[in-house]
Nanobody, 115 residues
């Protein structure tokens, strides 16, 4: 059974930091491209960051220089370190695994940036 379980969300003040984790099971984690997306009500899901199976990374323009994606293949876990958080970063953050034969999504974790 495939599972992607996100954790680490919560309430943080502007300028603060959070680290999200996504623990994966049920598929060959180290061969999958892992991504973080986010979504606010009424808007499309937005790509935040991607990390390839070999560690190459890509970021959305709105988070470049503030967020860092990483993965630990020994722990089947992908992380998103979020620094210098802004109110506009408030969203539900989802983990996605892309590979063969299909992609998988986690259930999401809420991040709220507010004073």
């Amino acid at each position: 059974q495939v599972q992607l379980v996100e954790s680490g969300g919560g309430l943080v003040q502007p300028g603060g930091s959070l680290r999200l984790s996504c623990a994966a099971s049920g598929f060959t984690f180290n061969s999958y491209i892992m991504s973080w997306y986010r979504q606010v009500p009424g808007k499309e899901r937005e790509l935040v960051a991607t990390i390839g199976s070999t560690g190459s990374t890509n970021y959305g323009d709105s988070v470049k220089g503030r967020f860092t994606i990483s993965r630990d293949n020994a722990k089947n876990t992908v992380y998103l370190q979020m620094n210098s958080l802004k109110p506009e970063d408030t969203a539900v953050y989802y983990c996605k695994a892309l590979g063969w034969p299909r992609s998988y999504w986690g259930q999401g974790t809420q991040v709220t940036v507010s004073s």
